[in-house]
């Protein structure tokens, strides 16, 4: 089954052609960084007007790229929600429409699931049941999923999401938005060691994570060291990127312990971060655990995520209606 997917939640316009839910024979996304970066974050009005402008193109290139016809296409699957709502209604209201005109199903699915489902392609299949990390700009979550669309919420950010913390303290270092890149970038040059910047533990027990005094002690230590150099703004990055990467890893791997899982995976757009790749990864070897992390393509907001759940919800008969909605929230 061939399904055109369609993503428009925050600040990429992407489409993708999916097939069986893991095979991805195109994937195209235009990104909006360049028009948000002047303003140090996304605004949610040039959001929805840029995606008017690309979400044409956009998809005629998917398809085309994906060497196939219109008439191919068996479904179209759409990001829903949560997201922006003026931006989720271009890419929503085009992929009903364009389904209706082929006379072809349409589902509607949510983010956060094509973040999970991000796992599913490519031919490196993995075994249920697995505890995920999600981590994005929107969320920090731990789930222990047992089937494509079953998974218990096992914790969650009680404050900042991590790619949030990450594009806060980019700003507060002058560094602009998007954070994470820049700061991975950075770190890599810094001594992880430099600064004791606190581990958000909370309980070590708990899945619940805090990323808002983490970030709130960088600017603190601003304040008292103001203006660093190269070497101190390496340092900084490489010391907050480690106090993120350490709790990350002892929550995920510490959730699989207490679940009796060999499988975790770490999806979503700071699953990029190389820090975190390879911490969780020298760990998951030390403990038996076997790790799966998406392609780097497919970590941060992209479209053939979305046709992986598409295919799923679709097979349990999840099709919109003509008058369904966006949602704005999980
Ligand atoms: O999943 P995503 O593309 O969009 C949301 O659904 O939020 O995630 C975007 C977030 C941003 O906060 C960005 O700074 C962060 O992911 N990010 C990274 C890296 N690449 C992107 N954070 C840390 N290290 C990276 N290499
Ligand atoms: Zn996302």
Redesign the pocket.
Known sequence: MKILAIES??D?TAAAVVEDGTRVLSSIVASQVDVHHVYGGVVPELASRKHIEAIVPVVQEAIEAAGIDRSEIDAVAVTQGPGLVGALLVGFSYAKAYAWGLGIPCVGVN?LEG?MSSIFLGDNPLEFPYVALL?????TSLYYVTGPTDYELMGQTRDD????A??KV?KMLGLGY????V??RLAQKGDPKAIAFPRPYLDKKAFDFSFSGLKSAVGRHLKDHPEPDETRLHDIAASFQESVAVVLCHKLTYAAQVKKCRHIAVV???A???R?RAMVAEVAKKRNLSFHTPELKY???NAAMIGAIGYHRLREGKTLKVNDDTYSRA
């Open positions: 939640s925050c990429e983010h973040h981590v994005s700009g929107g969320h999401a991590v790619g949030e990450y594009d980019s998007p954070g994470g890149v700061i991975d979503g757009g700071v990029a971060n190389s975190v970590c941060g907001d």
